[in-house]
């Protein structure tokens, strides 16, 4: 049986999620049950994601997507971000690539916590989320439903940074809320940033993608084109997200730390630093390297092959 997922996402600033999505579409050991939409304009997150489920086929369309919290709990939040952008209706830079509110399925009318809530606590415990954005609606679930932790088996997340000194930025965005959770007790599967920043796209991978034929190899090529764009057409996307659920599949693409992840919330400096203590009986476990041409092979031949 595939593996119940819930992409939790603040997909249409970074490339990254839309390729998360991509995978998780392309992979039949998994079966999504519902996107939601975090941090800023949730409802403008909401269209990129139907858009993407659309391009990849009509039995798609049916997976519920909902706009979560665009504000954070954040004490020290990132300036003009999340809730500036979400009452603003600032739009992410992918908007371009979305198609019209008339052209997509219907979002679902449900907040994106609500979502999260209700599918978790009607199935079996065996629903794993995979937050790739701020943790904020996991957080909140948590809170507005405490029994959702004894029946969320385990959460993969691509969230904090070990090896070098700053806040990865789905910490940042929400450092309270990533406390929150990786204090749950709920098991969690770790990707940082310094593994997505080792599976970084060349421009051999970019050119190999956008030989893909199907609806998302060709939606995901105008995407990284528009993001691209948005940034003076300089950078190439990294696998950050997208590793958060390969290694759900094939988790040997990494090697891991086994331990416990804290979240720093007093520091005047270090406020969303994450600092990770090893011990073999932690409930986290962390990705520590990563294989750069097992993984891109793993990628590209999936999404390529989703028609």
Same mark, same amino acid.
């Given at each position: 049986? =595939? ?16 390729? &998360? ?42 997976? =519920?997507?909902?706009?979560?919290? @665009? ?12 809730? *500036? ?39 079996? @415990? ?14 909140? &679930?948590?809170? !507005? ?28 965005? #929400? ?18 940033? #310094?593994?997505?920043?080792? *599976? !970084? ?5 970019? #050119?190999?993608? &956008? ?30 997200? =997208? ?15 086994? @331990?416990?992840? &804290?979240?720093?919330?007093? @520091? ?22 990563? #294989?750069?041409? %097992? ?9 390529? %092959?989703?028609?």
């Amino acid at each position: 049986m =595939p593996q119940k997922v819930i992409l939790d996402t603040d997909i249409g600033d970074d490339i990254d999620d839309a390729m &998360a999505l991509a995978l998780i579409l392309a992979s039949p050991e998994l079966e999504l049950v519902g996107v939601t939409t975090v941090f800023g304009n949730v409802a403008a997150r909401s269209r990129q994601a139907r858009t993407l489920l659309k391009a990849a086929g009509e039995r798609f369309t049916r997976i =519920p997507v909902a706009a979560g919290c @665009g504000g954070t709990m954040a004490s020290r939040p990132v300036p003009g971000r999340g809730t *500036v952008d979400y009452l603003k209706g600032a739009v992410p830079n992918q908007d371009a690539a979305s198609l019209a509110e008339r052209d997509l399925p219907k979002q679902d009318p449900r907040h994106g916590v609500d979502l999260i809530i209700d599918l978790i606590m009607n199935g079996d @415990g065996d629903i794993i989320p995979i937050p790739i954005g701020a943790l904020t609606n996991i957080a909140m &679930a948590m809170v !507005k439903e405490p029994r959702i932790v004894a029946k969320i088996p385990r959460i993969a997340t691509m969230s904090a940074e070990f090896k070098r000194g700053f806040s990865e930025w789905n910490i940042k965005c #929400d450092p309270e809320a990533a406390a929150l959770v990786y204090n749950s007790g709920v098991p969690m599967s770790v990707t940082t940033w #310094d593994i997505g920043n080792t *599976v !970084k796209f060349g421009q051999a991978e970019l #050119d190999r993608l &956008a030989t893909g034929k199907g609806g998302v190899a060709q939606y995901l090529t105008r995407a990284i084109r528009t993001w691209q764009a948005a940034h003076d057409h300089t950078p190439m996307p990294s696998l950050f997200d =997208p590793m958060a659920v390969a290694t759900l599949v094939k988790p040997e693409l990494c090697t891991w730390l086994t @331990g416990t992840v &804290a979240v720093e919330l007093q @520091g005047q400096h270090t406020y969303g630093f994450t600092y990770l203590h090893t011990n073999p009986n932690g409930k986290h476990r962390v990705a520590w390297d990563a #294989d750069r041409d %097992a993984s891109f092979e793993y990628y590209l031949s999936r999404v390529l %092959a989703l028609t």
